[in-house]
């Protein structure tokens, strides 16, 4: 028989020992990693709701005008909304142990697009159609080149940003198109009805497929599957996942969502370029990161990912309305980004450097 595939990181590990009178009354390894790696990320999603208070308790008192409905939805919600929708995907790429660096230039791609085959007349549901599929080939590519052919996601996804971002400007050349029916660029700036005012389409995709997102990492065996995969591929496999599609499922999805995000960013703008949006890699994975997901794989949650998302998008806020300049917004990514990597790899790097210092004295004596 078949072993199951709905396996957690703890399930997937080499099996403990037979219980015997010197380990009877010890916890298995497998249930000890699993509570620490769950104590972590109490304390994680703690230490973010914490700073999410704080974030927003600074804002209110740096500017009248930060927890007002205008800011909310002009300066989060319609800003951040496809930023949003690209770190679900990405979350779990990470949490599966890989990384795709190309899901901003197949937003790109997808605006170009958008406006090429707007320019000829296409009809724009067909457009859209034609788009989705788009990014999904594109992130069935990536998934191929890392799966099938066995090659690292940074540099598969490295070239293929370059790729893509190429074949967008092939595409639109230097063309900005902006004759899209105003029935779907409103789309991109009105409030969804019923939010009073406060949640763009964009926003309310993003609550929406979030849920999805939560129930299937969550709730089902195939996100179980993608924690086993990031915790140990190996055992994964010997458990009888099928790691190659799952990642390749996994880079699909994310191009699906890259272009959707595309198709909702050129509404937003009412304008097709063919670089729109490809500065909104860093930010995703800065984003992904804070919320807790180990750049390693195999430890996360999609609520550390929103609280991130929230602490993010309220820095971001915060800056804009005290007139930070623009340009300097990206030393809070940067920031971010770094923080995210160091403070869970603390005590790893301070193990690390204890060896190394340990080593050094042993050899200088000697």
């Not at 999805?253 to 703008?269: D, K, P």
């Amino acid at each position: 028989m078949r072993p199951e595939t709905a396996l957690g990181p703890s399930e997937v590990e080499a099996p403990a020992p037979p219980p015997g009178p010197a380990t009877a009354s010890l916890p298995s390894r497998e249930t000890t990693s699993a509570r620490d790696r769950a104590r972590g990320l109490v304390r994680w999603e703690s230490a973010l709701v914490i700073l999410l208070v704080a974030t927003v308790l600074i804002g209110a008192l740096t500017s009248r005008q930060f927890l007002t409905s205008t800011n909310i939805f002009s300066n989060v919600c319609l800003l951040y909304g496809e930023l949003a929708i690209m770190t679900l995907p990405m979350t779990l790429v990470i949490l599966a142990g890989e990384i795709d660096l190309s899901i901003a230039s197949i937003l790109a791609l997808s605006s170009s697009l958008v406006g090429y085959l707007w320019e000829n007349h296409w009809p724009m549901p067909l457009i859209m159609v034609c788009v989705l599929g788009v990014g999904l080939v594109c992130g069935a590519f990536n998934g191929i080149l890392v799966t099938r052919f066995g090659l690292p996601s940074l540099a598969v996804t490295i070239g293929t940003k370059t790729l893509y971002a190429g074949i967008a400007e092939i595409v639109l050349g230097p063309a900005i198109i902006t004759n899209f029916p105003s029935g779907y660029t409103t789309i991109g700036v009105n409030p969804f009805p019923g939010t009073h005012q406060l949640l763009s389409y964009s926003a309310v995709f993003f609550i929406v497929l979030a849920v999805i997102f939560g129930i299937v990492l969550h709730a089902t065996s195939f996100g179980r599957s993608v924690v086993a995969i990031g915790w140990n591929k190996e055992a994964a496999q010997f458990a009888g996942i099928r790691v190659k599609r799952v990642k390749t499922l996994l880079y699909m999805v994310s191009g699906l969502m890259g272009s959707l995000a595309g198709i909702l960013y050129t509404f937003r703008l009412s304008t097709a370029e063919s670089d729109n949006g490809v500065d909104l890699v860093l930010p995703v994975i800065a984003v992904v990161l804070l919320g807790g997901v180990s750049i390693f794989g195999g430890k996360g949650t999609l609520v550390g990912v929103i609280l991130g998302l929230l602490v993010y998008c309220g820095l971001q806020s915060a800056l804009l309305l005290t007139n930070f300049n623009a340009n300097a917004l990206e030393i809070v990514t940067g920031g971010l980004l770094l923080l995210s990597v160091l403070i869970p790899n603390a005590g790893e790097l301070t193990a690390r450097a204890r060896r190394f210092m340990n080593r050094y004295r042993v050899s200088g004596t000697s």
